[in-house]
């Protein structure tokens, strides 16, 4: 592979693509198959452009040597043990040294400079070149349940209704972890809706609906607006895999991860519903012993320990990723110690409305114990497109929401990428492993975890002061 020239292999990606987008893609019948033509058209097009950029970058791979040179001058018994040198190092620093923490934190900038301007460059180009061959995405109906199938399950579950019957059933587009389902249902309660929320056999994130179930139940009984979680199925076997069956709300998705159609009025309201979710006690609710972290001293440190490992058994060694764990171990002291119930994926796109009234905060399967900072960060790209960032904060305190500093804001702005990079790396890590050989997959490991990067890169060259022109 060394010995071809990257403009020789990015010519022949891109043959291929052309040949995907012009001879495969307008024969492919089926929602399934044009969804898979699609995600191959992306990976190619990354593919083509990453490989241009490495045949471009020496000085990039020059400077990003020296500070893996800096890390480990002994030569490193394998590429992979060089890779983590860094790692290594930035672990072993000791922080309460004065002399060793600055020598961190100079570290981490020359990191963050050296990466956010070559990952938003690389990324500008991925972009353009899908955008030259616009298409629009399909949802597939891989996790459609047979209806028949379904009914003889609720037959057996509620004997007493002989006559419930699942009439239809209707895949929701979406959803990386989990898919959804809208049931309706017939028989002697009448005509209802129901949805089913379902892990896929791999799961990206490693969670399952089994861990979500008494948190969802816990904040519906708060008197928080989430769908009524009616039962859990934890039988995999039953009719395909694990679910959760809630009350079907009424209303409409009120955005993605990068738009939303919502109105001053419903941010508003979703700002006083997460002051009320950060607000339930979580001893008080039986979640203690529920949630991630819920009983250590320090929720926020033990949830970075926890991902750092992680991150380092499934993640490719990159490191930036490493700069970030150390920025945040060099600014974890200055937080404060904050034990809330933080729902880890409160954006508006896991929201529901009805008109300007939010009927629905949904997917809690990130939630754990931590700082309300994390949830705030988490959503602001968004709500300030929609209204001002102290309007929505204003509202905020107003229904028992307590104040954050900047210095967590900018913690979890940090926190938010690294975590998403390291759920995005591991997709990639479980694709190249055979654990997964979904396109879906390799979507997300090899399209979505660069771009994290590239974000993550951003905000910590941004907070380190070292961004390049």
């Not at 009424?250 to 700002?271: I, K, W």
Request: net charge negative.
């Amino acid at each position: 592979m060394n010995d071809i020239e990257p403009s020789l292999i990015s010519a022949k990606l891109r043959s291929i693509l052309a040949a995907v987008r012009e001879d495969l893609r307008p024969e492919l019948a089926t929602p399934q198959a044009r969804l898979r033509a699609e995600l191959i058209d992306l990976l190619l097009t990354r593919l083509a452009v990453e490989t241009d950029a490495d045949g471009a970058g020496g000085a990039y791979q020059a400077k990003l040597q020296q500070l893996l040179d800096a890390a480990a001058p002994a030569p490193a018994a394998s590429e992979a043990l060089r890779a983590r040198a860094l790692s290594d190092r930035l672990l072993a620093a000791d922080l309460g040294d004065p002399v060793q923490r600055v020598q961190t934190a100079q570290l981490v900038a020359a990191v963050a400079a050296l990466e956010c301007k070559r990952r938003a460059e690389v990324e500008e180009r991925v972009v353009a070149a899908a955008r030259a061959q616009p298409g629009g995405k399909r949802s597939s109906n891989e996790l459609a349940i047979a209806p028949a199938a379904l009914t003889a399950y609720l037959r057996q579950r509620f004997p007493d209704d002989a006559s419930i019957a699942a009439d239809t059933l209707t895949t929701v587009p979406g959803g990386r972890s989990k898919g959804t389902i809208v049931v309706e249902l017939s028989g002697a309660a009448g005509p209802r809706s129901i949805v089913l929320r379902r892990d896929f056999d791999a799961s990206v994130t490693g969670t399952s609906v089994s861990y979500e179930y008494p948190i969802v139940r816990a904040a519906w009984r708060g008197g928080l607006p989430v769908p009524e979680p009616l039962w859990l199925e934890d039988d995999p076997a039953a009719i395909g895999g694990r679910f959760i069956a809630f009350s079907r709300v009424p209303g409409r998705a009120m955005g993605t991860l990068f738009a939303s159609d919502a109105t001053p009025a419903f941010v508003r309201e979703f700002a006083a519903a997460l002051a009320r979710l950060h607000a339930l006690d979580i001893d008080q609710a039986g979640l203690a012993d529920q949630l991630y972290w819920g009983r250590e001293a320090h929720p926020v440190r033990a949830m970075l320990a926890s991902f750092r490992q992680r991150y380092r058994a499934n993640v490719p060694a990159t490191p930036l990723m490493d700069a970030a764990f150390a920025w945040l171990d060099l600014q974890i002291d200055g937080i404060g110690v904050e034990r809330a119930l933080v729902h880890g994926d409160a954006g508006l796109h896991n929201t529901m409305g009805d008109g300007e009234r939010l009927t629905a905060l949904l997917d809690w399967e990130f939630a754990h114990a931590g700082d309300p900072a994390e949830d705030l960060t988490y959503c602001k790209y968004l709500v300030e497109r929609i209204l001002p960032w102290d309007e929505f904060m204003a509202a905020y305190l107003a229904h028992g929401g307590r104040p954050v500093s900047e210095q967590r804001m900018r913690f979890f702005t940090v926190w938010r990428t690294l975590h998403l990079a390291i759920l995005t790396g591991g997709a990639q890590t479980l694709f190249e492993s055979g654990g997964d050989q979904d396109l879906r997959i390799a979507g997300i490991g090899y399209t979505t975890f660069p771009r994290q990067l590239r974000d993550l890169a951003a905000n910590l060259a941004a907070y380190t002061g070292e961004v390049q022109p």
